[in-house]
């Protein structure tokens, strides 16, 4: 069969998103090479959503109507350094500048940004990656079953929902509808834009709760007083 123009511009657009995704999950690999348990296992109830969840909310929209973008994409790809290497991100000061696509796996870098008054040794520590909140949160009342507004919710990028820590780290701007679909908001993903283009950078977009790995929620002694 004789493929179109459009045929092949389409396989390499899946080809270059699969790409992406295991550029994403090396990086996360490497993050994962020496894990350890920072966080609390002592929690017994599940979580209620708390005061701080409209600042997490505000700071990540304020980062949407920035417009930032991969390198190379037109918005204003510096950001990234600051939620990468800032202390109100993850704070990883020894990475080198972020200068191109899929150079760090920063999703949860992103995530970190918006949860800056959750404590720095977590954030820095247990933000970082799908692995890194599994592996400190799952055995605790942080993972919840329903998303709630504000919540972390790390989804699956493909069909094969492997590893079952999950893919990619998301917070959820709205609960799911009646179809299962909620709103989310990102970093280190593809989605709409604040112009209402689609792009790569900081992204809105909708997920289904059939791609959902895990849900965590923090607690309040997470945060700085």
């Known amino acids: 069969m004789k493929l179109t123009k459009a045929d092949l511009t389409k396989q390499v657009s899946q080809l270059e998103d699969k790409v992406r995704r295991l550029k994403r999950d090396v990086s996360h690999l490497q993050l994962d090479l020496s894990p350890m348990k920072y966080a609390s296992r002592s929690f017994e109830t599940t979580l209620q959503p708390n005061e701080h969840v409209k600042q997490v909310i505000d700071r990540a929209e304020s980062e949407w109507d920035m417009n930032v973008t991969e390198p190379g994409l037109g918005g204003d790809s510096s950001r990234i350094n600051l939620y990468i290497k800032s202390m109100d991100g993850i704070g990883w000061s020894w990475e080198e500048d972020y200068t191109r696509n899929g150079q760090f796996a920063w999703c949860g870098a992103f995530a970190a940004w918006c949860y800056t008054q959750a404590t720095f040794s977590i954030r820095q520590k247990i933000f970082p990656s799908c692995y890194r909140l599994?592996?400190?949160?799952?055995?605790?009342?942080?993972?919840?079953?329903?998303?709630?507004?504000?919540?972390?919710v790390v989804v699956y990028t493909s069909k094969e929902k492997s590893p079952a820590y999950g893919n990619h780290i998301t917070i959820a701007l709205s609960v799911p509808d009646e179809d299962g679909n909620f709103d989310t908001i990102e970093?280190?993903?593809k989605g709409e834009g604040p112009d209402g283009e689609w792009r790569e950078g900081v992204i809105k977009r909708q997920r289904s709760v059939f791609d959902v790995a895990h849900i965590y929620r923090l607690a309040s002694g997470d945060y700085d007083e």
Do not use: L
Request: aromatic fraction near 10%; hydrophobic fraction near 40%.
């Open 187 to 189: 970093g280190n993903a």
């Open 134 to 152: 599994w592996n400190n949160w799952g055995g605790t009342a942080r993972k919840v079953e329903e998303i709630a507004i504000g919540d972390i």
